[in-house]
């Protein structure tokens, strides 16, 4: 018997109120602890793709799977056990600590550990997203991106086995990019994140679904589908590869933009 892929796509579809086609004919298939740098250009389908897979939006056709369970037969109480998101409509109550709000995370998952656990745990990720000195802060006294490492603290402290997320370096600085951003690849969890800087998704991604007006025009490795020719069909715009050191490091030729989108 073949293993079945963790997080599988089939044939997605959905359609706005007044009828127009938003998404269509996405499959694919992901295995666990695979990361997966959804890109294209804006309004190409990305976060409306990203809200179909986490549940955040019913689908009109199709079928989303988790490790086995499609998402319509899962409680929502189920899927808070299993799935982590987050989005760009994050507006906590200004008034919480940092701790507070993060330990918000926990609640799906509070009867599965003793409180000591818990705020050890919580410790635990406070550090590792280097938010422990600020975790006494109340939320409206964070800086941009000190308050998205928080959302993404928020998802960790939920434990969840697939992780959703929207410009997770959205604020951020270009250290707190890469920290991020190796964060997040090391936790060994299902990701599933939208990434607008082409340039980082080789150093954190595994996989790639280019996407471009409603549907994918590309799924695989990075390798496979991050190739010049793909990018500048989607993008219109060339992208680089230069070799230093032993490693390819990617750019983008913005200015010389070659098909509109
Ligand atoms: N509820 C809705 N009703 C009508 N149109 C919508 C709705 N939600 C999204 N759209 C449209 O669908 C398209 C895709 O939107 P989506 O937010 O998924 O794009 P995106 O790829 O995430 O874009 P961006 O990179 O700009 O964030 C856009 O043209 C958007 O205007």
């Not at 549940?55 to 109480?77: F, I, P, T």
């Not at 799935?83 to 509070?110: H, K, M, N, T």
């Not at 990018?231 to 750019?251: K, M, S």
């Amino acid at each position: 018997m073949t293993k079945q892929s963790f997080l599988i796509a089939e044939n997605l579809e959905y359609y706005a109120l007044n009828g127009d086609i938003l998404l269509q004919g996405v499959s694919f298939a992901l295995d666990e602890g695979a990361i997966l740098a959804i890109a294209g250009p804006n309004g190409a389908g990305k976060t409306t793709l990203l809200n179909l897979l986490c549940g955040a939006e019913a689908l009109a056709l199709g079928d989303v799977r988790m490790n086995g369970q499609s998402l319509k037969h899962l409680s929502a109480k189920e899927r808070a056990r299993m799935i982590a998101v987050v989005s760009q409509q994050e507006f906590p109550d200004g008034r919480l600590s940092l701790r507070d709000y993060v330990a918000l995370g926990q609640i799906p998952i509070r009867a599965d550990r003793s409180a000591e656990d818990h705020a050890r745990e919580l410790n635990r990720i406070l550090d590792l997203t280097h938010l422990g000195m600020l975790a006494d802060k109340r939320m409206a006294q964070l800086s941009g991106g000190e308050r998205q490492r928080a959302h993404i603290a928020r998802a960790l402290a939920q434990n969840p086995s697939l992780l959703f997320l929207d410009e997770p370096t959205n604020h951020l600085d270009p250290d707190a990019k890469g920290r991020m951003l190796s964060l997040v690849a090391d936790l060994g969890v299902t990701v599933v994140m939208i990434v607008h800087d082409l340039v980082m998704i080789p150093e954190f991604a595994t996989h790639v679904a280019l996407m471009k007006s409603t549907h994918l025009t590309g799924f695989g490795t990075v390798a496979e589908v991050l190739t010049p020719e793909r990018v500048r069909e989607t993008f219109g715009v060339d992208y680089l590869c230069f070799h230093h050191e032993g490693r390819v490091i990617p750019a983008l030729d913005i200015r010389r933009t070659t098909v509109s989108t």
